[in-house]
Every structure is written in C-alpha cells, then in structure tokens.
C-alpha cells in the first residue's frame, strides 16, 4: 500500500497558500498570536536567567555579525543568530501559545524563522502572515500525526522536533518556494528535527535552546534549498521519515485532515498568566470573586483550590512545599501562591514573582489547601478547569471556571493581549514605545516590510532596564 504523501501535499500546501485566500478571523488570530511571542521574546532578553549564557555564546560564535533583529535588543545578529535568540527567548518564560492536542508551543520556533526570513527577503507583511500561518499548520498537524502522546513516551520534545519542520514551511514561504523546494526544506529539515526531554531531569535551559535552535534549522533548511541543495524525498511519512523513524505508530493521514478548511493556528492558547496551565481556571475563578464581591486580602478566612488529579501533581502537593514557593518556578507551579496573588492584588502577571514574601500573599497561603475536585476531574482533559470554594466575611463564596481564559473558546480581546503585552514589555522599552511596536506589530499587514517593526523592538537607552 502506498504511504499517504504527506511531504507532497503540505508542500503544495505551504507554497500555495496566499494572505488574501485567508479567513479574516485567521489573520486576525494571527496577528495576535505574533504579539504574544513578540511581548514574551522582549521581556525573556531581560528577565530569563539563560539570556546571558545564550548571548555570550551566539557572539562568540560570530552570530554577532549581522544586520537581523532580535527582539528588546539594540544588537543586530546574522539571520541564524537572530531566528536562534528570538525562538529561545520566546520560550524562556514558559509563557508563550500552547496547541492543547498537539503538546506543544508552535509560535516560538515558527514566527522567529519567519521573521528572520522576512528580514533577508525583504518580504512584505502579508507574505509574513501567509508563512506564519504555514508554519502553525505544519508543525502542529505533524505533531498529531505521531501522535505527540506516542512521541513524548519516547523522550522527544515536539515543539522542537516539530517545529523543524513548521520553521522551514514559514521560512519557505517568505522566500517564494515552489512546493518542490518546499519539499527539499522538508527533507534537509529532517536531518536537524532534534528535542531531548531529558531536561527535566534538572530544569536544564536545553529546553528554550532547542526551539530557539529548531527556528534556526527551519531557516537554514529552507535557504538550502532556495539555493538549489536536494532534501530526502518523502521526508515526512517514508520508511526513515520523521513519522516514522520518531514515534511508533504514526497516523500520516491525519496531518492532512482537512487541510485548507480547518486550521490549526485557530485551536492555539494563549497565556495570560505566567504560571502552569493547570492553574489558570482557578486564577480566573478567583479575580471573579475578588471583582464580583469587592473582596479585600485581609477579609479572607480559608481557601480550596479544586483541581483535576493530574493539576494536584503540578501545582497541588505537596501542600507544604505548594505553600512555601522559593523562586519563580516554584511560584509557577505552585496553587496556593497563584489564586492568593489573583485575591490579594486583584492582578497575576510576570512582575507579580516580586511577591513571593509579600505578607498578605503568605497569609492567604497559609489557609489555602488544594485538593481532587470530582466535578473538575469530569472536564478533563476535554477542558483544564478550576474551581475556588472561599470563606471571608464570615461566608462561603464558590466560581467554577470550565474552559480557562486564552483556551481557543475563550480567547483573549486584543485589550486584554495588549495588557499582557505591555506588562512584559513597558519596563525594558517604556510605555510608549511599547505602544508603538505593538500597533506595528497588528498592522503588520498593511507593512511594505518588517524593518520598522523589527526596530521599534529595540530598547532606548533611557527606557532600559537597570544594569543592562
């Protein structure tokens, strides 16, 4: 029996596809999903403690010697150099899109090698788009062709290995290819699709290195073969390709489901607060209560977080230890420290790691207790709720939040994106510069070219931060 023609037909997909053929809601997601990677790049070139091992070394490396962009940076980099920080650094915070089905974060190696691409070609903001677009659609229908559950067992990171490939279809598409080109890139991308889970083994930076390196690899596949170099033929689905060689039973097919018709970028999360995902309903349901009932921090009596049993592991127990958060990542991943930010300051976001001592906030974690919620186990994992049962003023208060803010059902507005966005990116470029690059960045569109925008992503001196 043949093999499904994967390579052929996502090809012929990523060098057909045009920005005006696009539904109007898929640009527009589009767009919003570029200025949540670019708020995460600016604030990740400041604040992640990886950023200045990873910046020696690119310089060292004569990455330094260029004219491309990486964003909050007033340095200009090769086009590698520059597709490799700004994929790290986009996913530095863990605070960048999130394909549920898929396992993965598409945004941080697809929009980077776009971006870089954009920069070489001197393409214009629809051609940018187009890519970005391509590049969601193949990195995360490959990622549900292995599928990633089968890939994860085997120690991969799919946001790397996919997003390989996802890169070189955006890159691709910025330079023009035909669909054989793009099925070279395909096949050149293959020999770099890399992503070890093994990380996890001592919080290692290789995790935002590895995406950072698979934008650049998406990029250098697709600038071989503009040049004329020959990839693997059937790359993806042949006997050695990707779905093969890098998960046991791969289903080819259904990379291809309804391509054209349905899109995946649209089944794409965003992030509104800096922490694990498992927490965000909960975070929801507690700003609704501190909102819908004036609640004050010192008025709060006891708190339960109800959770599925798989968020209990992340962000439940043990409770002592969930209770007493050290350092940022314990923060993250820590219940009680984040529903007791949303009720005392009314606000979760990246600066509100400044308040891991806060009083108030170790007080109300001190009486909060998380516990396996039935009826928040009976939505999983169709959907990641929370539920938050309070006592204050002598009364018991309950909000169950099903589908989180940021999941594709109850996406963020652009109000509340540009709100993220300048919470990340007002401290290391000032308010309005930051107000700048972003409407750039949503009228990306109507751009000529990327330069402006890409330079408007650079800090003033006055507006950076203190010691850089």
């Not at 990455?63 to 007033?74: C, H």
Request: with cysteine; charged share 20%.
């Amino acid at each position: 029996m043949a093999a499904t023609p994967v390579t052929q037909e996502l090809a012929a997909f990523v060098a057909g596809l045009q920005c005006d053929r696009l539904p109007a809601g898929l640009r527009e997601r589009t767009r919003f999903l570029l200025l949540d990677l670019v708020g995460n790049i600016v604030r990740g070139r400041h604040d992640a403690e990886s950023t200045p091992p990873l910046l020696a070394a690119a310089r060292a490396l004569g990455f330094g010697a260029g004219s491309s962009a990486v964003f909050g940076d007033s340095a200009r980099y090769t086009p590698a150099g520059a597709a490799l920080l700004n994929g790290a650094l986009a996913h530095s915070l863990d605070f960048d899109d999130t394909h549920a089905a898929g396992s993965l974060h598409p945004g941080a190696p697809v929009i980077p090698a776009a971006l870089a691409a954009a920069e070489m070609a001197g393409a214009d903001g629809r051609t940018v788009l187009a890519a970005i677009v391509a590049g969601y659609e193949v990195t995360c229908r490959l990622a549900l062709a292995l599928p990633a559950g089968d890939h994860y067992d085997r120690g991969y990171h799919p946001t790397a290995t996919c997003g390989a490939f996802g890169a070189a279809a955006a890159a691709a598409r910025v330079f023009g290819l035909d669909a054989e080109r793009v099925a070279h890139a395909f096949g050149i991308a293959l020999s770099q699709a890399a992503g070890s889970l093994q990380f996890l083994a001592n919080g290692a930076w290789t995790k935002r290195f590895q995406v950072g390196w698979s934008a650049t690899n998406g990029l250098v596949a697709a600038t071989l073969a503009r040049e004329g170099f020959r990839g693997a033929a059937e790359a993806l689905e042949g006997k050695a390709g990707f779905l093969r060689a890098y998960a046991p039973n791969p289903v080819p097919e259904r990379a291809l489901q309804a391509l054209g018709a349905e899109w995946e970028l649209m089944n794409t999360a965003v992030k509104p607060y800096p922490s694990c995902r498992y927490g965000h309903a909960s975070v929801d349901a507690a700003l609704a209560l501190r909102a819908e009932h004036g609640l004050k921090a010192e008025e709060i009596e006891a708190v339960t977080i109800g959770l599925p049993a798989k968020g209990m592991l992340l962000i439940g127990a043990p409770l002592d230890y969930k209770r007493n958060p050290r350092n940022v990542v314990d923060g993250q991943f820590s219940g009680p420290f984040v529903v007791a930010c949303a009720l005392a300051r009314g606000h979760f976001g990246w600066d509100s790691y400044a308040w891991l001592q806060d009083a108030d906030i170790r007080r109300i974690m001190a009486l909060t207790v998380c516990e396996q919620d039935p009826e928040i186990e009976a939505e999983f994992p169709a959907n990641m709720s929370g539920k938050v049962t309070l006592r204050a003023r002598g009364k018991e208060f309950v909000r169950k939040v099903v589908v989180p803010k940021g999941e594709p059902a109850n996406f963020l507005t652009e109000a509340e994106l540009r709100a993220k966005f300048h919470g990340l990116c007002d401290a290391v470029l000032g308010k309005e510069r930051a107000a700048q690059l972003a409407d750039a960045v949503l009228g990306l569109e109507r751009a000529a070219d990327v330069h402006g925008m890409m330079r408007l992503g650079a800090p003033l001196m006055a507006a950076r931060l203190a010691g850089e």
